[in-house]
């Protein structure tokens, strides 16, 4: 490396605010490794909120050792479609929006580009959320006013937090992230190690087995809140890493980093909440605050501090790509400035479900579920993209309407639309009530038992939408990424 691009990189990594965004990132600042990926994906999915999970599985009326299995399959499987989403990071050195332009074109990929940022934007004032009801909650049991002001101030805390960590980018949040795994990772094995002597497994191992139908919607449950959760942004954060890098390494640590935590924690939670189902009806409402109330006292204060900063460690990682996504989608504005947009809105939507909203994690999982439908047709379209190359990408063409990859490709688009709405057409409203706005899906279920039939409950629009989409794209897309690489070819000779 030469001493310019040496300084240029030192400069980089002094520099407390990122100054990249959405375009090429510079070789000279290309130099992570793939062991670095575990450290942004393991803090931010080693909260306590995992064991919550449980009790959603449970919900299913699946007994342990289908919910174990589920559990293991459901949780490994999403994160490695993150892993091989992250591997077109290295080879296109720009965001995972960016890099979808290789199938959708430069402005085709604005259709995703949206659902991306709204799903972004959901999951991180959602963790915000859940932050501060933890601390409202963690406050009663000391004895503390868990009340109106307590709100306010955990509110304007966490979401400043948030944002400044947002604002400053990529190397600041690398290093942030590798000192919260720690910290949050010591307070979750404290937390098992004080709760580990309520597991009854006779009480755990005595539920009733549920039906395969059952069992496919703890399963979908578990690959949108997990792995599919984070999929829109999983080459963000690859961007960074050498040319060099094995792709089987980029998606192994992206893997193990995601995965690890959240198995050992919901299998946990399946022990423990599998054995107090008093725990499952407080977890409806306030999942972190609710696991809190088996501690004891003097462990509340650190328990919160570990809880909040991992649910602060993921909102971060949501902040920085949605405001990454929003530039993919025209937004002429610098990074910092987009993820300061994003925080704002962050900010206003947690004081409005904190202070105003009668109840929000249904309407939530019902968003969940309606946005995780388009964005897994994306990713199934995008991961057979990723496979059919045999090249890295033309980087300067995903910048290009006129380029390589063209302005719009209304072929993936199609795909796109065609799996969305037969996904919807195979997933219910599993929260009528608190969310009536989506009581329309399921249009498509009266052919296997209608919306009261046992198959409703299994969502399966999600996963039949990521087939589409990547069957889909593996029989049209074809040769649309070979004329590509063809034309990339000959560009090169001529050079």
Known sequence: MSDIATTRLSDTERSLVETNGIEIIDEAER????????WPWFAANVSVFGISYASFVFGFGINFTQALLVTVIGIVLSFLACGIIAI?????SVPTMVLSRSAFGVNGQKVPGVFSWLISMGWETFLAIMAVLATATVFRQLGWSGGTM????ACAVIATLIVLAAVAGYHTIMRMQSILTWATGAATIAYIAMTVGRIDLAQVTSRPGGSPEAVIGALVMLMTGFGLGWINIAADWSRYQRRDA?????????TLGGALAPVILVIYGLLLIGSEPALEEGIVNDPIGTLATILPIWFLVPFLLAAVLALVSGAVLGIYSSGLTLLSLGINIPRPAAALIDGTILTLGTIWVVFFAQDFLGPFQSFLITLGVPIAAWAGILMADILLRRRNYDERGLFDPN???GNVNWTAIAIMAVATVIGWGLVINLFADAAPWNNWQGYLLGAIGGKEGTWAWANLGVLVSLAIGFLGWLALGTSIVRRQEATQILAEDRV
């Open 403 to 405: 380029g390589r990859y």
């Open 31 to 38: 130099t992570a490794k793939p062991s670095d990926l575990f």
């Open 246 to 254: 094995s792709g089987v390494k980029i998606a192994f640590w992206n």
């Open 88 to 92: 077109a990071g290295k080879r296109g």
């Open 150 to 153: 307590t709100k306010i101030i």
